[in-house]
Nanobody, 121 residues
Framework: QVQLVESGGGLVQVGGSLTLSCAAS????????MGWYRQSPGKQRELIAR???????YDGDAMKGRFTIARDSAKNTVDLRLISLGPEDTATYFC???????????????WGKGTLVTVVS
């Protein structure tokens, strides 16, 4: 089993920034892809970005150009830097681990419990 633990969420003012961190542990298989998604109330979960063990980055629709994803494959961590936050960025942010690469998955798909980011004015 793979376990994911997210941290770094919280309350932030409009225009502020946050860094979310995710650490994976357990039966980590390679190659794999780790990424960040978010889900706002009443909306579907959407991909922000994901990055492979080879450091290939795949941006999702939610990337917005204001976020930066960074991975340390040796430590099995992936961070998401959020800047210039607005109320529309209020959401629960989820870390994801998948065994395989985009277009070639091997079945293991794990989610963290999520970390809430609330942007206030």
């Amino acid at each position: 089993q793979v376990q994911l633990v997210e941290s770094g969420g919280g309350l932030v003012q409009v225009g502020g920034s946050l860094t979310l961190s995710c650490a994976a542990s357990g039966n980590i298989a390679r190659p794999n892809t780790m990424g960040w998604y978010r889900q706002s109330p009443g909306k579907q979960r959407e991909l922000i970005a994901r990055v492979t063990t080879g450091n290939n980055v795949y941006d999702g629709d939610a990337m917005k150009g204001r976020f930066t994803i960074a991975r340390d494959s040796a430590k099995n961590t992936v961070d998401l830097r959020l800047i210039s936050l607005g109320p529309e960025d209020t959401a629960t942010y989820f870390c994801n681990y998948r065994y395989g690469l985009p277009g070639q998955w091997y079945g293991v798909d794990r989610w963290g419990k999520g970390t809430l980011v609330t942007v206030v004015s």
